[in-house]
């Protein structure tokens, strides 16, 4: 079995290797930053297209998007685990387990994807009202929720490809591939909408599509037989030293993004008795507060990346330096993003109300309050860097149970059984969770670094 590295992906090794660390942090977090706010373009625009076939349309969007985020979570979790242990290996030089994990990991998606399609599909409305989903939401938001699962099996695989594409330091191919699919997205999102006039059902098929796009071009890129970084058949192995170890830091992954956005699902649950207005409210603050966390997501993907590649060179020095240019460049992101968020509130609000002004002021009145996380949840993001990177993520499960179930779930409870705030409580809760959460990832940060250098 042949297992190579090309001439750039050798260059790049050396890069991440030996460069200063600020630069590579630039080099490979910029790309991710762009790429994640891409995706937060992504979701904005499909929730203001819901917003021109009514509010009841953005309250779909935004209420069965956390239930997606919440299945997508087997394919996130997969990917982190799966491209911090191919970093690692290729950190390492060793270009035959880099192929035998990334044969493994695709053929392992299949799997998973396939059961997960062969169980709910026919299920849908019955797990939908499981989740407590309105019945306002439950006609046409049956036939979204299908279509949808069709796409979050495509995703799978697509966030396995970014994640390979992560570890050999190919950004800017992720930033171009998404691009492509944004472009897709939008054109059909606007044909079925505004051209064709119609419902949610179509949004969800211009998704559907889109991942197509990107799935398109993973089967190209990774039809590479001699390549480290290429698939193969007779790559894929279920031997401990390759499949063990993602598994054992994909798992807990898993079960904290599953888990985090099933406490979104009983937040935005819970907010419905306020009206089906606030949960869409809620969904499109969340979408603004985005502009400001998903760049700090890319520096994070990029930073535990460059953490894991120098771990497996046995350079812990150069793995701190960079989870601390990862902190660094998430605190000033929030702080400029966040600014310009709250500078411009009025005529970003004015994108997803279509001219209800109670609506506008509903979405205002909690994204101020959300806005004040902004910065604690760029030091939580650069945080979770630092613990996928060390493979610490029994650490990051426990914070992010934290964040939902200690942090905001309670306190949405109390605030709605002894106060009558109304609408407002949603942005109060969003608020806490999120200052709570990033204070707690500063204490978990200093005493992982003092462990790490006793070590």
Request: charged share 15%.
């Amino acid at each position: 079995m042949k297992a190579e590295l090309s001439q750039k992906d050798e260059k790049y090794r050396a890069f991440a290797l030996e460069a200063p660390m600020w630069k590579v942090i630039l080099h490979v977090g910029f790309p991710l930053a762009l790429y994640e706010s891409l995706n937060q373009l992504f979701k904005i625009l499909d929730t203001m297209m819901a917003s021109h076939i009514g509010a009841t349309a953005v309250s779909t969007v935004a209420y069965l998007s956390q239930i997606n985020l919440m299945l997508s979570a087997i394919g996130d979790g997969l990917a982190v685990g799966a491209g911090m242990k191919i970093s690692e290996a290729y950190g390492a030089g060793d270009l035959e387990l880099v192929k035998r994990r990334v044969s493994t990991v695709f053929a392992l998606c299949a799997l998973l994807g396939g059961a997960l399609l062969l169980v709910l599909v026919p299920f849908a409305r019955g797990f939908l009202m499981l989740m407590n989903t309105p019945e306002e939401i439950l006609g046409e938001g049956t036939v979204y929720f299908r279509l949808e699962l069709f796409g979050l099996v495509l995703s799978f695989f697509n966030s396995i490809y970014i994640a390979v594409e992560r570890a050999r330091g190919n950004s800017r191919r992720i930033l171009y591939l998404n691009t492509a699919v944004i472009a897709v997205k939008l054109f059909l999102t606007a044909l079925f909408v505004y051209g064709m006039g119609g419902g949610v059902s179509m949004i969800a098929v211009a998704t559907l599509a889109s991942q197509a796009v990107l799935f398109a071009a993973a089967l190209v890129n990774m039809n590479q037989k001699e390549s480290a970084f290429g698939f193969s058949v007779k790559a894929i192995s279920v031997q401990g030293e390759v499949l063990s170890p993602m598994l054992h830091l994909s798992f807990p992954v898993i079960v904290e993004k599953a888990a985090f956005s099933m406490g979104k699902v009983i937040v935005n649950s819970m907010s419905t008795v306020y009206g089906t207005w606030t949960v869409g409210a809620l969904g499109i603050s969340n979408n603004i507060d985005g502009i400001t966390t998903s760049p700090q997501n890319g520096f994070q993907s990029g930073g535990a990346a460059v953490i894991s590649q120098n771990l497996g060179a046995k350079k812990p020095e150069r793995a701190l330096a960079a989870f601390w240019w990862t902190l660094i460049m998430n605190v000033l992101i929030g702080l400029i993003l966040v600014s310009l968020t709250l500078l411009f509130l009025n005529p970003i609000v004015s994108l997803f109300a279509e001219g209800n002004e109670a609506f506008a002021d509903m979405i205002k009145e909690i994204y101020r309050l959300e806005a004040l996380g902004a910065i604690p949840l760029g030091v939580n993001a650069a945080v979770m860097a630092l613990l996928y990177g060390f493979g610490k993520t029994k650490i990051t499960l426990a914070m992010n149970f934290c964040r939902i179930f200690l942090f905001r779930i309670p306190v949405l409870w109390g605030l709605q059984r002894f106060t009558d705030l109304g609408n407002v409580s949603a942005g109060i809760v969003m608020a806490v969770s999120n200052i709570l959460s990033g204070v707690l990832a500063a204490v978990v940060a200093v005493v992982v670094v003092r462990g790490i250098r006793s070590e």
